[in-house]
């Protein structure tokens, strides 16, 4: 609990709009219709982009997301003003604030990169339409749109973070900065242990990076299964940076201080990626599973419309449930203790400093994890035992071989993966605790996605195939 000396802000008033109690009624219902015709207007707008073939063009997909945007954006003000209005009720809790006002600048930011990124498809159009269908190709606007969301999700974090540190009265006794313990190894061992991890980390981004250069420049390797395989190279560079910089730069100064802005980010990011990670590999499964389960309807099912929204679903989920995680620990303090046993900002360590109740973060987790784990892990699980019972029913050795084949590297990922969750947090040990989920965590941070290019380059025909294809074209241009 809170100490009684902290003047903790629970809630705050909003005003609402400068109008009289006689006029209440007729504003209400005039932004009511204005907010209807909104969220009818812009989901008629999504329903014809996607029935008909003939608006299925650059144009009216970024204008089927900026309808999407427009609808949230409004529905992030608008319900809550008229509530206010109905209930004569002013009162908002503080972190539905926070999260109205995050939501607010997330939308809002999309909604002015999507008008500049349509203004650059109109100039394309006008100015160059004999190259526009080139120019203007599938990738370049999933490019364009992630990027705006990507960049859209960054900057409503960062003013969140930094807005629920000022929130935070200055007589409250909350740490501006914690200590990060790092790895439990002796001082003498840091140089040797710095080389080691400056490797791992090289060959991680290198050999990732490799497989989203290799898929990208052969065109052999431009299907469904290696489109998320790409997605999940990004990924895996990107949750290694979040933590394993930050640990080499503190092995090499000592300085184990982190910021508590700069420790929320790098929690955020963490969740972020990791739920990314989990969720491209039950996409991964079920890809592979209408690859086997059902070879000739394949390119029907898997097409780039399907492949492209169960990505863009995994990113805005992840982002979501991190943003949960994030909002409900802004409202912690902590007191006495700033001292992680950890090398990075992991929740469950901040919650243990926090001196506030954590309830809620408990119920987050839990019900977040829930939907971040345990679903796609069921739906990996269906799938493998759904293709088991496909091969079992025509059991032959060619069958066997080819599901292994194709399964083979997937599967490894999967075991990896898992397999060092399941050891940190559904089999515990009291003995060392500390020491093991350390231990454990640098498995999945560190390990895993090292591991991951060097399992889908031995393991898989097609990929060793486009890097042998790779090395003779740079062989014959470095003549």
């Not at 002013?90 to 939501?103: K, N, R, T, V």
């Not at 501006?176 to 242990?193: A, K, N, V």
């Amino acid at each position: 609990m809170r100490p009684e000396n902290q003047s903790h802000m629970s809630e705050f008033l909003l005003l609402g709009l400068p109008i009289q109690p006689g006029q209440q009624s007729m504003f209400f219902a005039l932004f009511l219709g204005v907010y209807l015709t909104t969220v009818l207007g812009n989901l008629l707008i999504l329903l014809l982009i996607r029935l008909d073939p003939r608006l299925h063009t650059p144009m009216y997909f970024f204008l089927s997301h900026l309808a999407l945007t427009d609808v949230s954006f409004s529905s992030v003000t608008v319900p809550k003003m008229l509530i206010n209005m109905q209930t004569q009720d002013q009162s908002i809790p503080y972190a539905e604030c926070i999260a109205q006002m995050y939501f607010f600048l997330l939308f809002g930011c999309i909604d002015n990169l999507l008008l500049v990124v349509m203004a650059y498809d109109r100039y394309m159009a006008i100015c160059h339409p004999l190259h526009y269908t080139t120019i203007m190709r599938e990738e370049l606007c999933m490019f364009l749109l992630a990027g705006s969301w990507f960049l859209s999700c960054v900057i409503a974090l960062s003013h969140t973070i930094l807005l629920a540190q000022l929130m935070r009265r200055e007589n409250q006794s909350s740490a501006s900065e914690f200590l990060l313990l790092g790895l439990p190894i002796r001082p003498e061992q840091q140089g040797m242990f710095f080389a080691l991890f400056l490797g791992m980390y090289l060959t991680t981004v290198l050999g990732n990076l490799l497989i989203i250069l290799l898929i990208r420049l052969d065109p052999r390797l431009h299907t469904s299964m290696y489109f998320f395989l790409s997605h999940l190279a990004l990924t895996d560079v990107s949750f290694s940076s979040v933590t394993v910089p930050k640990m080499l730069i503190n092995m090499q100064t000592r300085d184990q201080s982190i910021p508590y802005a700069g420790c929320v980010t790098q929690m955020y990011f963490f969740i972020f990626f990791g739920c990314v990670d989990n969720l491209l590999l039950a996409v991964m499964a079920y890809d592979r599973y209408v690859a086997i389960c059902h070879p000739l309807h394949y390119t029907t099912i898997m097409r780039g419309n399907l492949c492209i929204s169960l990505v863009a679903v995994s990113w805005i989920f992840s982002c979501s449930s991190a943003m949960s995680h994030t909002l409900s620990l802004a409202r912690l303090s902590f007191c006495a203790d700033n001292t992680i046993p950890h090398f990075f900002c992991d929740l469950a360590a901040l919650l243990k400093l926090s001196c506030s109740d954590t309830s809620l973060n408990e119920l987050v987790i839990f019900t977040v994890g829930a939907l971040g784990i345990i679903i796609p892990l069921t739906g990996i699980l269906v799938s493998y035992v759904r293709i088991g019972v496909s091969i079992l029913k025509v059991p032959s050795t060619k069958g066997i071989y080819k599901a292994l084949s194709t399964c083979g590297s997937h599967l490894s990922v999967v075991f990896l993966f898992y397999g060092t969750i399941m050891v940190l947090y559904i089999f515990p040990s009291s003995n060392n605790s500390n020491d093991k989920d350390i231990i454990a965590s640098v498995m999945y941070t560190v390990v895993t996605p090292m591991l991951n290019p060097f399992i889908y380059s031995l393991r898989n025909r097609d990929m060793k195939g486009a890097l042998g294809r790779f090395s003779r074209r740079e062989i014959f241009f470095s003549k």
